[in-house]
């Protein structure tokens, strides 16, 4: 018996940011991946603010239209809430418990370091392996985030005609989609900062081997530059948009606005970094990683490499992936930066 096993049905990754719901959903055959469904569906202003999702109605019906765009008949979804609104730490616990006690232990060991009643926390662990220089001890990795902040995005998922999961979070998803880039493991033991530049926020994760050891986040995104262009050429936020797609707008916009926000981009990019090395033994990231929507922007990378001194490469987590029918190949590369979060989610379709 057993020789006949009943599939899974597929699930999606469906990253919630600021100013678009992204789903992408992918298979795979042997060790390679396919992206068989992906829409990227823009949110209206403060359907989602502070990386919360204020209005899920409004996100459950870009959900619902994503969904539509991308052909995928999928309805199981992997999602994530911020890193920003997850405590996480690393306790030790005694190597000789079960399952369940392992279970109860670090559950009674959470009450320790997470400042609200355990009840209103949503809570997971896992286990790392030994405790450096302790083969008694297991080193745990316990992570806890508000019990609402899981709900909200259950329920946007639900009004889009989907089920969550798995909620996980966004640091996680960048570690996973990590190993997907070009060159992932050419840096050895050195460390990678991966900025991820969105339209209002900015985050510098720093990995070794793969694994996140820090990140951070900071005010400041491609809507700075959307903005500029709308003050400075009187357009409506669409057209002004659509002008700096393609390539449209005035011939004074190179020197004028975008060089000015290119300049802004760097002093940022350092400016996490410099955070990151006050707080920590290292003074220099090996190599930089640009991400999100706007690390595709004309000029950027060359610019952050040229003042940093440091070799940066602008993320493509599916560079290496064949394509589905619906896809296409063009629209794709172009959005691929941005969808890091979306395919490190997506990855949870074949734990």
Known sequence: ??????????????????????????????????????????????????????????????IQRALARSGSRARHAVAAVPGSAVISKLIAMPADLGEDDLESQVE???????????????????????????????????????????????SALELGGMVARIIDVETFAIENAFGLLDGADSVGDGLVALVDIGATTTTLYVLRNGRSLYHREQVFGGKQLDDEIVRRYGLPADEARAAKRDGTLPDDYQAEVLQPFREALVQQVSRLLQFFYAGSEFNRVDRIVLAGGTA?????????????????????PLAQMTLGPRVQAPTLAQDAPSLMIAAGLALRNFD
């Open 108 to 154: 009674l060991e959470a009450v320790n370091y997470i400042p609200y009643p355990i009840e209103e926390v949503n809570l997971d662990f896992e286990v790392l392996g030994p405790m450096p220089g302790n083969d008694d001890a297991l080193q745990v990795l316990l992570v806890a985030s508000r019990a609402e902040e899981v709900e909200r995005r259950a």
């Open 296 to 316: 595709s922007t004309a000029g950027v990378a060359q610019l952050v490499e040229e003042q940093l001194g440091v070799p940066v490469a602008i993320a493509n």
């Open 1 to 62: 018996m057993g020789l006949i096993t009943k599939s899974q049905p597929p699930k999606v990754g469906v990253d919630i940011s600021t100013t678009a719901v992204k789903l992408l959903q992918l298979s795979r055959q042997g060790d390679r991946y396919r992206v068989e469904h992906y829409a990227i569906e823009p949110l209206p202003p403060n359907a989602v603010v502070d990386r919360n999702i204020a209005e899920p109605e409004v996100v459950g019906e870009a």
